[in-house]
C-alpha cells in the first residue's frame, strides 16, 4: 500500500480538481448536496490517488474542462456533482 499523501495538499488539490471541472463544492454544500463528511472522504481518497504525482501538473495546464481525467479517483463523484448543479436550475425554473 502506498503512503498518503499530505492532508493540506490533497485538500488543495480536491478543490482545484472540482473547480476545473465545473463543480461548485461549495453551493452543493450550502444545498445540501454535499455534506463535510463527503468532503473529507474525498480529500481522503484523493491522498491515496496513484495519479497524484501527475495531478498538479495537469491542474496547471487544465483549468477549465468538461470533467475530470479518469485517472483522478474522483471524477466520477465530481461528475456527478456536476450533473445535479447543472439540473437544478432548470427544477427551480419548473417550479415558478
Not at 5 to 19: C, E, I, T, V
Not at 27 to 33: L, P, Q, S
Request: with cysteine; aromatic share 8%.
Amino acid at each position: 500500500m502506498r503512503p498518503l499523501g499530505p492532508q493540506r495538499d490533497h485538500y488543495w488539490l480536491a478543490l482545484s480538481m472540482a473547480k476545473a471541472a465545473g463543480v461548485d463544492l461549495q453551493a452543493a454544500i450550502d444545498e445540501g448536496r454535499f455534506s463535510q463528511e463527503k468532503w473529507a472522504e474525498t480529500v481522503q481518497r484523493c491522498r491515496g490517488c496513484e495519479w497524484g504525482g501527475d495531478c498538479p501538473h495537469w491542474l496547471r495546464e487544465n483549468h477549465e474542462v468538461e470533467a475530470a481525467p479518469q485517472n483522478c479517483v474522483n471524477a466520477k463523484l465530481f461528475a456527478a456533482l456536476k450533473a445535479t448543479q447543472e439540473k437544478a436550475p432548470l427544477s427551480e425554473l419548473q417550479r415558478s
